[in-house]
């Protein structure tokens, strides 16, 4: 019972460095999210996804690209990090993307990005 | 102003007490709530819905007052593990989960 697994938990990067952020989940959910949560604020939506094959945008998805090739993994790029990325990203899912099961998330354990 | 706003806190409280945060949401269109708790540096997880009549789970109770556009969460009888922060999370009407407003939390901590 994995749940959401999201790699690496840790990572620094140096400003103008690329990185991608994998999120992976055994649930069978067909809805993916990615967050940001910083300081002060709350979590914030960058990109999320309702299928295979499909992504949209968040609330924040400047300097963000995704992708959802497979059911079970939704991807986060950074192309060229800029320290305003420096952010704890987490990863969520749901088995819904209306009504109460919506509301339900299943969070990854967070990945922590300090860009440099 | 924040869509959705909270009391930062941190509330520090004995073992045994009672203590209430609520939540201040803007968006009158709003029509689900929620609070999520969050262990120091953990993922968040769903503690409990709020209903438009109330809702109580053990030691915890959720209130919604929409004329005053406000939640509350209730928390007798406080235990250490308690101590986490709580978030807020409110959705307008359609209840796309994508348009969920995560308040910035309230940190809780239980003293023994």
């Known amino acids: 019972n994995a749940g959401v697994t999201q790699t690496p938990k840790f990572r620094v990067l140096k400003t103008g460095q690329s990185m991608t952020l994998l999120c992976a989940q055994d649930m069978n959910h067909e809805y993916m999210y990615w967050y940001r949560q910083d300081p002060g604020m709350g979590l914030r939506l960058i990109h999320y996804?309702?299928?295979?094959?499909?992504?949209a945008k968040g609330e924040v998805p400047d300097g963000y690209n995704v992708s959802r090739l497979k059911k079970q993994n939704f991807l986060l790029g950074l192309e060229s990090a800029a320290p305003s990325q420096t952010s704890v990203y987490f990863c969520?899912?749901?088995?819904?993307?209306?009504?109460?099961?919506?509301?339900?998330?299943?969070f990854g354990a967070g990945s922590r990005l300090t860009v440099l | 102003r924040k869509e959705v706003e909270q009391d930062p806190g941190p509330f520090n409280v004995p073992e045994g007490a009672t203590v209430a945060f609520n939540c201040t949401y803007s968006n009158s269109a709003s029509q689900s709530f929620f609070w999520y708790r969050q262990d120091c540096r953990k993922e968040p997880k769903l503690l409990m819905s709020?209903?438009?009549s109330g809702n109580e789970d053990g030691r915890f109770t959720a209130q919604l007052n929409r004329a005053s556009q406000y939640i509350s969460l209730l928390i007798r009888d406080s235990k250490l593990s308690d101590s986490a922060t709580y978030l807020c999370?409110?959705?307008?009407?359609?209840?796309?989960?994508?348009?969920?407003?995560f308040g910035s939390g309230t940190q809780l901590t239980v003293l023994p």
């Open positions: 709020v209903y438009s």
């Open positions: 999370v409110v959705t307008p009407s359609s209840g796309s989960a994508r348009q969920l407003t």
């Open positions: 996804s309702v299928g295979e094959g499909t992504t």
């Open positions: 969520a899912s749901s088995y819904q993307h209306t009504g109460a099961g919506a509301n339900v998330l299943t």
